[in-house]
């Protein structure tokens, strides 16, 4: 059993900047990738970013590349997704997500373990 919590959402400007935490416990967070997932009113669930427990990075690079970065601490057991020149339409609920793949896995069928969420609104 892993369980997640996440932290940092909040109501930020366009243009802004959030850093959102997820903090692991339970069994060894360093053997799990690690994944940032969102949903939007109205949408379904999309991944954002993953990491593996190596290293590996992907990111959704339609709308999030170039904007947020993944990175990890294996020793605190966290995940942190930060978010950067950020658009009204990156207003969703932020799910932190642990996978036991060996990859980057950007299905969420392939999580198995998640936290409750938080809420990231992006308006002026």
């Known amino acids: 059993q892993v369980r997640l919590a996440e932290s940092g959402g909040g109501l930020v400007q366009p243009g802004g900047s959030l850093r959102l935490s997820c903090v692991g416990s339970?069994?060894?967070?360093?053997?799990?990738?690690m994944g940032w997932f969102r949903q939007a009113p109205g949408k379904e669930r999309e991944f954002v970013a993953a990491v593996a427990w190596y290293g590996f990075k992907r990111f959704n690079e339609d709308s999030v590349k170039g904007r947020f970065t993944i990175s990890r601490s294996n020793g605190e057991n966290t995940v942190d997704l930060q978010m950067n020149t950020l658009k009204p339409e990156d207003t969703a609920v932020y799910y932190c997500a642990a996978s036991r793949s060996d990859g980057v896995p950007t299905d969420e069928e392939e999580y198995g373990y998640w936290g409750q969420g938080t809420q990231v609104t992006v308006s002026s």
């Open positions: 339970g069994r060894t967070f360093s053997n799990y990738a």
